[in-house]
């Protein structure tokens, strides 16, 4: 059997459906191989950045369940692999990265030249650092083996990305059947096994504090969004009338019901900061806790409660915030309370924190052209009983979206958490698609897509139903709000006068039917439109006038001191 053909029955015995390339000399065995298997549909994007982050998308919206592979060439293409890689480091998702190389005759080896062969690059040693196991394969008969290994790896404990990089004479060469056999043999007794969950002795005592406990708050962050058990424990939260807020990270997955007051820390919701500088237990599920959610005095950080810190990485827990924390698996920790039971005795604490909401979450942009507190309510009320993926870049448009956006059980919203990558929604928004056959809305500023808009050709190609928020302020408004708070309004880089950039041309040349909108009605009419007919549609939204978010922390402040001040009164 070829190595090459190897690869693409393994990807397939571990139910890796589908994956996303940019054709390169050095991968064209692997691409032939996989295609002709045909049981992973290959997506040819436009760059091997897309690849990588619609390759992410694919456990993103599996909830883990399901890997996506992205592959790309040796050299300039491994490179332009690594921005994606390190996505999926920083956010800790599991995706496999294949990279092509020249033969191992033209590897430079031990020799002190830069280069041997055409486009050589140490791949391995470029993505050591964001990678939980990268390996280059110089025996063929080893791959099988260290391929499934990876897969294992990329999965177990904490998730992340793995790499195999592969040349050319590794990928032609022929091994043993047995070889791959033996390897295919073992996935089918793994995926027979019975998962075995733990009692934890620690977790007795969190039932203790939530007896004790007047005001208890649980807090979800990104090491809980992806747990099995998570729909079960909101409902059994929100039953119980115990709040719960989240980080930017938990927003993606948690979803809104009575107790949910929103996301929390500099760009988060006031009602859901004033639930945490007021609760008595903070119980933290799967959140480093950075600078972000606590702002720069961790002191001042939930400064009436005791904090408990849940994390499966060790070396997460009583990092920045010191406080009581238990080493476990979060879905664990979720089975043991739903086994439980939760006390209904927060009734009097969630309603206080309803009647906050109620003055504290507000539209706050009335003083603009148009609101995206507005659209984003919209968006709400418009997909409220529709299966939808949401993906939102980096900029002000993510911080509006993670802010006002409330989601149900069959949506989810996803964000470039820890690397916070421009240009991340477009290309992630075709994963997010092939991953759950939903439709997407892809949320992005008119600084964003620049990054990947070449894949607007995909979408169009494929025909996918994505639909995308284009938010033009005609600058990079939140590094512009930054200059125009710290540097006297020096803007440079931020703001040019406006762009040469005719958005609507641009989308007509890749085929995708596109909107200007300058009102909410416009808006409202145009996610009518996608809704009744969901197809390629670009709704270019123009807020010229739009160039921060509100609320948000200035450095310095405590959570609950947020500008701008507000009279409650």
């Known amino acids: 059997?070829?190595?090459?053909?190897?690869?693409?029955?393994?990807?397939?015995?571990?139910?890796?459906?589908?994956?996303?390339?940019?054709?390169?000399?050095?991968?064209?065995?692997?691409?032939?191989?996989?295609?002709?298997?045909?049981?992973?549909?290959?997506?040819?994007?436009?760059?091997?950045?897309?690849?990588?982050?619609?390759?992410?998308?694919?456990?993103?919206?599996?909830?883990?369940?399901?890997?996506?592979?992205?592959?790309?060439?040796?050299?300039?293409?491994?490179?332009?692999?690594?921005?994606?890689i390190a996505d999926c480091w920083l956010d800790s998702h599991p995706c496999i990265f294949l990279t092509g190389q020249v033969n191992t005759h033209e590897l430079k080896g031990e020799l002190g030249i830069r280069q041997q062969g055409f486009q050589e690059l140490d791949s391995v040693a470029l993505v050591n650092s964001i990678t939980k196991y990268a390996i280059q394969t110089l025996e063929p008969n080893l791959l099988p083996k260290q391929l499934q290994y990876a897969i294992d790896t990329a999965l177990e404990g904490r998730p992340g990305p793995v790499l195999l990089d592969i040349p050319m004479d590794v990928q032609r060469a022929e091994i043993d059947d047995y070889l791959v056999e033996e390897v295919l043999s073992a996935i089918e007794l793994k995926n027979n096994a019975t998962a075995v969950t733990n009692h934890l002795q620690e977790c007795d005592k969190l039932i203790e504090y939530l007896n004790q406990s007047k005001k208890p708050l649980f807090l979800f962050g990104g090491g809980a969004a992806n747990s099995k058990a998570l729909p079960s424990f909101i409902e059994n939260l929100s039953s119980a009338n115990i709040p719960y807020v989240s980080s930017l990270k938990g927003s993606e997955k948690v979803f809104a019901t009575d107790s949910y007051f929103g996301m929390i820390g500099a760009y988060g919701t006031r009602a859901a900061n004033y639930a945490l500088q007021n609760c008595d237990l903070l119980v933290v599920l799967g959140s480093r806790l950075d600078v972000r959610q606590t702002g720069a005095k961790v002191e001042e950080f939930a400064k009436n409660a005791k904090i408990i810190q849940i994390d499966l990485d060790k070396s997460q827990l009583s990092n920045r915030v010191k406080c009581e924390s238990i080493h476990a698996n979060i879905d664990d920790v979720l089975n043991f309370f739903i086994a439980q039971g939760l006390l209904d005795k927060a009734i009097d604490w969630n309603t206080e924190l309803k009647e906050k909401e109620a003055i504290l979450l507000i539209d706050e942009y009335s003083d603009w052209s148009i609101s995206p507190f507005q659209l984003f309510n919209c968006l709400n009320e418009k997909f409220k009983d529709i299966p939808v993926q949401y993906v939102a870049d980096v900029g002000n448009n993510q911080m509006w979206a993670a802010h006002t956006l409330r989601i149900n059980k069959n949506q989810a919203c996803h964000h470039s958490g820890g690397l916070g990558a421009m240009g991340f929604a477009l290309p992630t928004g075709i994963g997010l698609h092939y991953a759950t056959n939903n439709a997407v809305v892809v949320i992005t500023g008119d600084g964003g897509i620049q990054l990947n808009i070449q894949e607007?050709?995909?979408?169009?190609?494929?025909?996918?139903?994505?639909?995308?928020?284009?938010?033009?302020?005609?600058?990079?408004?939140?590094?512009?709000?930054?200059?125009?708070?710290?540097?006297?309004?020096?803007?440079?880089s931020t703001y040019w006068g406006g762009y040469g950039c005719d958005f609507q041309k641009i989308s007509q040349g890749y085929q995708t039917n596109s909107v200007k909108v300058d009102s909410l009605q416009g808006f409202e009419s145009a996610v009518s439109q996608f809704i009744k007919n969901p197809t390629p549609l670009l709704v270019e939204v123009i807020m010229q006038d739009a160039r921060e978010c509100r609320p948000r922390l200035e450095y310095g402040n405590t959570l609950d001191k947020q500008t701008p001040i507000l009279d409650e009164k």
């Open 1 to 84: 059997m070829k190595v090459s053909d190897a690869v693409a029955k393994i990807l397939a015995a571990n139910n890796v459906t589908y994956g996303f390339e940019l054709i390169g000399g050095m991968i064209t065995h692997l691409v032939d191989s996989i295609n002709q298997y045909g049981k992973t549909k290959l997506v040819s994007m436009h760059h091997e950045q897309g690849a990588a982050f619609a390759a992410g998308a694919i456990a993103r919206a599996s909830n883990h369940k399901q890997l996506g592979v992205a592959l790309g060439t040796s050299g300039p293409g491994a490179t332009n692999l690594i921005t994606g």
């Open 456 to 492: 607007l050709d995909i979408i169009a190609r494929e025909g996918l139903p994505v639909m995308i928020v284009l938010m033009n302020n005609y600058s990079l408004g939140m590094v512009r709000g930054f200059q125009e708070l710290y540097f006297d309004g020096r803007n440079s």
